[in-house]
């Protein structure tokens, strides 16, 4: 079956830095996509990654190991406004997105 | 305004009503989708469609039916609703097959008593 991992919750204090990790086993891989999405709204797409490596964008960045079926989205200089949940997805081999159940990331003062 | 709206946003209904909420894109996607998301649970999919007319099953269908008729349009039609059913459904469009980027609208929050 197809599975993709993330940790429930996590929290964090404004200014440091969170590391979400996510672990995946899917039929194919067409990239993996980390997703935000705040209470009552909906997810707006926050990075892609289909090759192994890091993906900087400002203040989160992105890694995939393919061989190792994992993921983690990093966030610098936490702001209480990334309070929010963060969702993992992988695109199989048919082009379908496969969902983590999410993290909720809880920034503290 | 371009974009993807919902309507409802907040329905709440009675077991074995029909309920229709609807989706309206105006980006010309090919492909949009219907997804479902409950505490504990990932984004479930539903139903999608590649293109007008074209309609398939996603992971839990079950009780669901959509339509396509125009690109603009994809309609979710519970045709009778049972407590089970009760969630936050969201629509979603995206440009082309292997485009991931997906483009949601607000959610509609369906309660079914």
């Known amino acids: 079956g197809q599975n993709i991992d993330q940790p429930t919750e996590m929290t964090a204090t404004e200014g440091a830095i969170v590391q979400i990790n996510c672990t995946y086993q899917?039929?194919?891989?067409?990239?993996l996509f980390w997703y935000q999405q705040h209470a009552g709204e909906a997810p707006t797409f926050l990075s892609y990654?289909?090759l192994d490596g890091l993906e900087e964008k400002g203040r989160f960045s992105s890694f995939l190991s393919r061989s190792k079926g994992y993921s983690y989205l990093l966030l610098k200089e936490l702001q209480m406004k990334d309070s929010a949940s963060y969702l993992c997805?992988?695109?199989?081999?048919?082009?379908?997105?496969?969902w983590g159940a999410g993290t909720k990331l809880i920034i503290k003062p | 305004d371009a974009g993807i709206t919902q309507s409802p946003r907040y329905k709440i209904t009675e077991t074995g009503r029909q309920v229709t909420l609807m989706c309206h894109q105006t980006?010309?996607?090919?492909?949009m989708f219907w997804y479902r998301q409950d505490l504990g649970h990932g984004l479930r999919l539903i139903y999608y469609?590649?293109?007008?007319?074209?309609?398939d099953k996603g992971e839990v269908p079950d009780g669901y039916v959509v339509s396509r008729s125009k690109t603009e349009n994809f309609p979710l039609t519970l045709e009778s609703a049972t407590r089970s059913q009760t969630s936050v459904y969201f629509c979603?469009?995206?440009?082309?097959?292997?485009?991931?980027?997906?483009?949601f609208g607000e959610g509609s929050r369906l309660t079914v008593l």
């Open positions: 997805a992988v695109m199989d081999s048919n082009y379908q997105l496969i």
């Open positions: 469609s590649a293109a007008a007319d074209i309609t």
């Open positions: 980006w010309s996607h090919s492909y």
């Open positions: 899917t039929s194919g891989f067409n990239g």
């Open positions: 979603a469009s995206r440009g082309g097959a292997d485009t991931g980027e997906l483009f």
């Open positions: 990654n289909v």
